[in-house]
Every structure is written in C-alpha cells, then in structure tokens.
C-alpha cells in the first residue's frame, strides 16, 4: 500500500464518514426508546474500549488489567454516590480522578516493564484488587456488590427516568465529550510521540523523549477516561458489583476493542455494540456456546482479520472507490 | 515447631505440584517465545480427561492419569501444528488473543461437557488415608503427590541435562537462529517441547485435582499463578522453576495458615513486588541497564 | 581541559571474563572528524554503546562539554547533545519520512509537552522537518513510507533524525555499510556537510570513507586502543597492519597503503 499521504500529520478536522456514527447513536434514541437501557451499557463499555484503544493502540502498551481503572472508578463514584454527593458529572470526574491518581501511582514502576513481565503484572493487580474488594465487603459490598446509587436530576434539570432517556443521552454525551478530547490528544505532539513509542520505543529514547514519562501520562490519562466509564457504568446501572473488576472485564474491553480495529479511534465504538449484540443472543440461545463463539472469533480474527471491521470496512470503501473510477 | 513442618511439608507438595504444571510453560515460552496463556487449559483438560471421564468409568486410578497425559500430548502436538505455529514471531497482542480464545474455547467445553461446578474427585480407598508422622497427620495423598513431584522433577532434569535431546532443547532456547544453522530441526523440536509441556500440565492437573479442584474456570483461575512463577524463574531454567514453584507453595500455604483473613492476597502483592523488582527472574544477574 | 566536546577516560566493559573495552581514553576537540578503525569484534559498537549511555560502563568516566555525564541515561544525554546513528537502521518503518524526522524535531523543541495542539498546525516543527530534510535531499520523498524507499535513502533518514536534534557530538556507526556502491556518494557528500563545529566519531571499515573523511584515526583492537593519529601515519604504521594481517579488510587496506 503506497501512501503518499501523510495522515499523522494531515489529520484533517472531521471526515464526513465520522459522522455516520454519531448520527446512529443519536437516531437509536428515537427509533427505539424501549431498549435505551442496554445501549446505555454498550455506550459504558465503548467508551471503556476507548480508553483501552488509547492505551493499546496509540501507545503500545498491552494491558490485560484494564478493568481495574473502570472498577475504581465505578467503586469511587458509587462510595461518593451513598455518602451523600448525588451530582452526576462531578460524581463521574470524581470517579475518573481516583482511577487516573492510582494509575499515576503504579505507572511509573511497572511501565518500566514490557512483554510478559508486564501483562503479568496487569494481570496480577487485577487479581490482587478482586481480591481485595472480595474481602473487603465492609467497603464494597463484596458479593452483593453497592446498591442505591442515586442520582439528583441532570444538570438540575432532567430527572433520571426509569426508561433510561436521561441515562442514554448522558452516557452518549460523555462519550463524544472524551472522544473528541482523545482525538486532540492522539493528533498532538504528545500523540505522535506516543505512537513513536509504540512503533519503536528505543528509537524514541535516542531521539531523548522521556519515554517512561510519556508512558505514565498516556496510563494516567487512559485510567482516568476508563474510570469515568466506570463511573458511568455505577451511575446509569444504579449498582456496582465484582464484576467491574474483574478478568472478565477485562477481556470483554480488549476483544470489543480488536473486534473494531486498534489504533482506530472508532474501534471501541464499532467493537462494543457488535460484541454485545453477538453476546445478548448468544447468551440467549446457551451462555456456554457464548464463551465458545468468543473463542472461535478471537482465533479468527488473529488468523484472517488483522484490522478488525474497521480494516475490513477499509478494504471494501477503497475497493468501492477503485470501482468507480473506472 | 510441628506446625512450622507440616506448612513446610504442605508447601512443598503444593509447590511441586505448581512447578509441574510450570515448568511446561517455562520450557515452551523460553523455546518458542510464545505468550501461551491456554497453558492451564491443558492442565484442566488432563484433569477432566482423568477425573471426570476415565475413572468413573472404571479405569484404576494411575492408569487414568497416565492415559489422560498421553491422550492430552498428543492432542497437543495438532494444535500445535494447527494454531500456535502461527504465533512463532507474532506480535504480543496476537499471542494474547490467539490462546485467550482458546481458553474460552476449552472453557465452554468442559462446562458443557461436565457442567460448571467443581468437580468431585474420589480417591481410591487406599490412598484417601492420612499418615501419622509423629507431629501431625498428613494426607497420604499428599505425600503421593510430593513423591511423584520428586521423581518427575528429577527425571525432566536428566532428561534436560544429560540427554542428547534436552541439550537440542537448551541449546534452541539459548540461541534459536544458530541452532537452526547447524542442522536442527527446529520445529519438530517445538512440537516434542509443546507436547512435552502440555503432558506435563496434564500430569500436574489429573494428579492435583484432588489439592487443586476441577472447575470449568480453571483454566483462568490458575493462570495468574503460573505465569507469576514461569517469569520469575526467568523462562528456561527448570532448577529456578523448581525454587520458585516451592517458594511459592510455601509462602501461599503460611499465608492461608497464618493469616486465614486476606487469603492469596498476600501472596499476589508480594509476587507483584517480586517481579516489578526483578522482571528477568528471581536469580538473574542483572546484566543490563 | 574543558574545551573538548566529548571526553571519555578510562573505559572498562566485560562481559562475565571477556573484556570488550580495556581502558578507552577518548578524546573529540569540537569540530573533530575523528573515524574509529579496528577489525570485527574489537569492540567499537559496544564503545558507542558506553558513550550514548546504552551499556553501562564497568568503570570509567566520559565528560559532555564538560559535564560528567557517566551515570546518565540516554535520552539525558541525547538531551546534552550526544547522538547516535545505528549500523543497522532504527526507524520508524510504518511512517513516512517527514514523521520521522518530525518525531525527533519535535522531541528536541520540547514540543512532546503539548497535548493539545494538533500536531499538524505546528508549521515551525514540521518547517524544520523538511528543511533537514531538504540539506539531505530528501525533500522529494519525505511523504514516502520508510519500507518504501532504498536503503541508501533510510541511511541518509539515520543522519537527518540525528541533524534534528541538534548534536554537538555525533556518532555515526557505520553510516555507509550495506549501501549500494552507487548511493555511498550522497552518504558521503551529507557527511561532509555536517556542521563543522560538531564533533563526529565514525565507526568505518571502509577507508575510502576514512580518508575522505578523517583529520584523525583511532584504531580498537580487542578493546583497547592500539593507535591515534593522522589517517597517514596510522595506515602507514606496520602494528595497524599487522593487525589487519589475516582479514578481510587486509587486502584493500594493503592496497591503500601503497597508494599513499
């Protein structure tokens, strides 16, 4: 493929196919007000693989404890929540910038790490705050998880109804706020040098960028943003449960995110809502031949599909444009 | 003083048994430098295979660990060939993905096959006594599986040690591209090492499953563990898996003992710690920056 | 003694019994066009290794215009102005040639600090870009994907992302190896139109190179330095030549030898 283009440095403002998305998003709300409810959780996890894309896709870095910011965050908001600060967006921000003060904590020791040493320490974090929180139940409910999360109405004004309108319109506010910031964020400076990292961090430590600082940064601010989805995800549910930190969770952010395609952007926002719309008839039909579809379409995606739907999506708009040149 | 011995002896055969399960993986991810995290699933499946096929069936109790070994290598080497030759030289995050999803695949299999509780494992007559020891009594199935540990153990060291194909091992691990270059076939090599590792996490599966229950999540409930011992002792290193695997049998059997409370959460933040501080192994010298 | 650009004293690196560096002195005046000669596995990657803060020295010292930079790291000193090229090119593969350069200029500005400006509207980084670019000419190609151009090309791109950084001492390893006979001439005319109050140390083997470019010649041998000197006196010097006895190098270095 001959690019003579040069699209780190040509990031034009907004490609009219970018819009698609949003518009889909917003038309859902129209067209089907019953099942507002479920998109809000794909919602909740899209920009949860954002995040994940941030950090995997931009800078490189494999995290298999993603789920540890997202369930911070969902623990922090939830806690605040039933002590008494019932404030939606700042409850949201409070839960992002405990996720995103922990990441700075443990990012400068363990990013000093990459390949199996590092997943292994994600890994090993995740386990250790399931744990944690799992014994923990004066804190976290264990178990039975947090329940009551209760919300004043939005903005002082829109009250949070049981179809979930208010719920949906929020999370897809949040999510298009924190995509555009992280578009800004990759098309940087700092996003090059990101992606600098990635494509050969040692190179970049030659050319004096303070990579470990970049690292931490870029872990900060994807926790932070992971965080906020897990806020996002105690906030429009009401509860907050083991699962948010747990492998499982994990796993889910980083098959939605391949699923769309890494390092797109849009990935996480393809990825989400094919994954869980596969999941919830999947699961409708036998919840074991669920875990088993998963299996088969991660092994088929390394072995055939490298780019996610977005790289097949790719492939046919060129395909498309070639044939009408003719 | 008793109690000291009996965590020490408990730990050990615990130990021995995480190594044995370990040092499969140790072997394979030095050799073929490959991130296999389906590596419990093999050890789940020699467990079901034994525990949940062969002796309900009848089969006496070693000859179906035995089988379920052999069974489980072999149906190794054709995954092998079908899907891990792809992983050879691929990128961290395919590997990760790849057997991910294998674990899933094995995941959803054993649940519907055995259904998702833990599965009970019913020890012969003879062996589901305990011994006196003088201090305490102890399990003799323990002692079984401390023995086994043992003999295992020291015949991979010969094998690897001083037979011609543990040195073809050593050396591809060493320095893959030279041992291609003096004639090797290094992919058969790969395929006698995977199957070699699987066998032995089959065995570490069917002979623990009465220490370390049978479960369809089993395959994801131990990977932790076992990664956490395979780079601490710094990939390729039987001895080092052999002190590490110990160390921790021991450390997790003191901590559930002494402090019941925080369970194997001492143990994860401690082993977190250890790699964070040595991410080339427990006892690599630090030659690099 | 601090007007030297680069001051390294007392060198030592082994690796377990093998001593790869046996007590270095280096010594680069600015401007200096100093080429380290010595054959196979005498050790001169691992010097510049020592020297760009990659392996750590066993003991030794080296001074950057006069600041001890020993215990540094190296982005510290590429920072003070030590940069290094690669024998074997390190690039960014899968970007275009003014990204490349782009990453190194912008990490010199200090540039990587925003967060916020796109990178694209950032014309004084990517006017320096194309400018370094433009003195290798380069300029035609900087859209071009790095596997996209010829060797020779990614040679030149090693030089120009070192240029971006604004060097004071620069050590190029090997810049000319595994370039094509007919490309080694824009190799070697950008390296003689390196600034010429940079000091440079060049890892070659080839003496053509040497003699173009070289006012002095350091010659390593099993980690120790044999000789320094003029280009002259060192080729003619019978210890180099016994050296290079048995060698490949042997043959052309003969040949130069008696031409001189």
């Not at chain 1, 990012?107 to 799992?134: C, D, H, K």
């Amino acid at each position: 493929m001959s690019a003579i283009t040069s699209p780190l440095l040509d990031r034009r403002r907004l490609r009219p196919r970018e819009l698609v998305w949003w518009l889909l998003a917003l038309g859902y709300f129209f067209v089907f007000p019953e099942y507002l409810a479920v998109a809000t959780s794909v919602l909740v996890m899209a920009l949860f693989a954002l995040s994940l894309d941030l950090l995997l896709g931009f800078a490189g870095v494999l995290s298999l404890g993603h789920a540890v910011p997202f369930g911070i965050g969902a623990y922090a908001c939830a806690l605040i929540n039933l002590a008494g600060w019932h404030e939606a967006i700042s409850g949201a921000l409070a839960g992002g910038a405990i996720a995103g003060l922990f990441a700075l904590l443990i990012g400068p020791l363990i990013l000093r790490l990459s390949g199996l040493p590092f997943i292994m320490v994600t890994l090993g974090i995740g386990a250790v705050l399931y744990e944690a929180a799992n014994k923990a139940v004066w804190l976290t409910g264990g178990d039975n998880g947090l329940p009551g999360v209760t919300l004043d109405p939005l903005l002082g004004v829109f009250r949070w109804s049981v179809l979930g309108q208010t719920g949906y319109l929020y999370a897809l506010g949040w999510l298009f706020a924190l995509f555009c910031l992280t578009r800004r964020l990759v098309a940087s400076p700092f996003g090059m040098a990101l992606q600098g990292i990635r494509e050969n961090p040692r190179r970049m430590q030659l050319v004096g960028a303070p990579v470990l600082r970049h690292l931490v940064v870029a872990y900060g601010l994807a926790s932070t943003i992971a965080g906020i989805a897990g806020a996002l995800s105690a906030q429009t549910n009401a509860f907050v449960g083991l699962e948010v930190l747990s492998l499982n969770t994990s796993i889910d952010g980083l098959v939605m995110l391949v699923l769309g395609g890494v390092g797109r952007l849009y990935g996480g926002l393809v990825g989400a809502p094919v994954y869980m719309f596969v999941q919830h008839f999947a699961r409708e039909w036998n919840p074991y031949y669920w875990m088993f579809l998963i299996g088969a379409l991660l092994i088929i995606v390394v072995r055939f599909s490298r780019r996610g739907l977005i790289g097949l999506l790719d492939d046919l708009l060129a395909r498309a444009r070639q044939r009408l040149r003719r | 003083m008793s109690t000291l011995a009996f965590v020490l002896l408990y730990g050990v055969s615990y130990g021995l048994l995480l190594c044995i399960i370990s040092v499969g993986l140790v072997v394979t991810m030095g050799l073929m430098r490959v991130v296999n995290l389906a590596h419990g699933a093999f050890a789940a499946i020699g467990g079901y295979l034994a525990m949940g096929l062969l002796t309900p069936l009848g089969v006496p109790f070693g000859l179906a660990i035995v089988l379920a070994v052999v069974a489980v290598a072999a149906f190794s080497v054709v995954i092998e060939r079908l899907l891990y030759v792809h992983l050879y030289g691929a990128s961290e995050l395919d590997q990760v993905l790849l057997t991910v999803g294998i674990n899933f695949i094995v995941v959803a299999g054993l649940t519907l096959a055995f259904g998702p509780n833990v599965l009970p494992t019913r020890l012969p007559a003879s062996l589901a006594t305990s011994v006196d020891l003088g201090f305490r009594s102890f399990e003799t199935y323990r002692l079984l599986v401390l023995g086994v540990g043992v003999v295992v153990i020291g015949a991979l060291w010969l094998v690897f040690e001083r037979t011609a194909l543990g040195a073809r091992l050593r050396a591809a691990v060493d320095n893959r591209s030279m041992t291609q270059a003096i004639g090797i076939d290094v992919s058969r090599l790969f395929s006698i090492a995977f199957a070699l590792g699987s066998g032995l996490a089959a065995l570490g599966g069917a002979l623990g499953a009465p220490l370390l229950p049978l479960e369809p999540l089993y395959p994801f409930k131990y990977l932790v563990l076992v990664l956490v011992i395979v780079a601490l002792s710094g990939f390729g290193n039987i001895r080092a898996t052999l002190l590490v695997a110990v160390f921790v049998g021991i450390v997790d059997t003191a901590g559930r003992y002494f402090l019941p409370d925080s369970g194997s959460f001492t143990l994860y933040v401690l082993l977190i710690v250890l790699i964070v501080w040595r991410p080339d192994g427990l006892l690599a010298r630090r030659a690099r920056r | 003694m601090s007007d030297l650009a680069l001051e390294a004293v007392g060198l030592r690196k082994s690796f377990g019994a093998l001593k790869v560096t046996d007590d270095v002195t280096l010594r680069l005046r600015p401007g200096a066009r100093t080429a380290l000669i010595g054959p196979n596995g005498a050790g001169k990657t691992t010097l510049v290794g020592l020297l760009s803060g990659t392996i750590r020295p066993d003991s030794g010292r080296i001074d950057l215009i006069g600041h001890d930079i020993t215990a540094e790291t190296p982005a510290r000193r590429v920072k003070r102005g030590l940069v290094r090229t690669f024998q074997v090119s390190s690039l960014f593969a899968k970007l275009t040639l003014l990204e490349n350069v782009f990453l190194a200029v912008s990490e010199n500005a200090g540039a990587s600090r925003d967060l916020w400006r796109p990178a694209g509207r950032r014309r004084d980084l990517i006017s320096r870009a194309e400018a370094i670019l433009e003195r290798l000419h380069l300029g035609d190609q900087r859209r071009h994907l790095v596997t996209e151009v010829s060797y020779g090309v990614q040679r030149l791109l090693e030089i120009a992302i070192a240029l971006a950084l604004d060097p004071k001492v620069l050590l190029l390893d090997e810049p000319a190896a595994g370039i094509p006979a007919a490309e080694v001439a824009v190799l070697l005319d950008a390296v003689d139109s390196l600034p010429r109050d940079i000091a440079v140390l060049m890892i070659e083997h080839d003496m053509h190179v040497v003699r173009r470019f070289a006012t002095e010649v350091s010659v390593l041998v099993h980690g120790r330095v044999l000789m320094t000197g003029p280009p002259a006196d060192v080729m003619a010097s019978p210890d180099v030549r016994a050296v290079y006895l048995g060698s490949a190098g042997q043959s052309r270095f003969a040949g130069e030898a008696r031409d001189a």
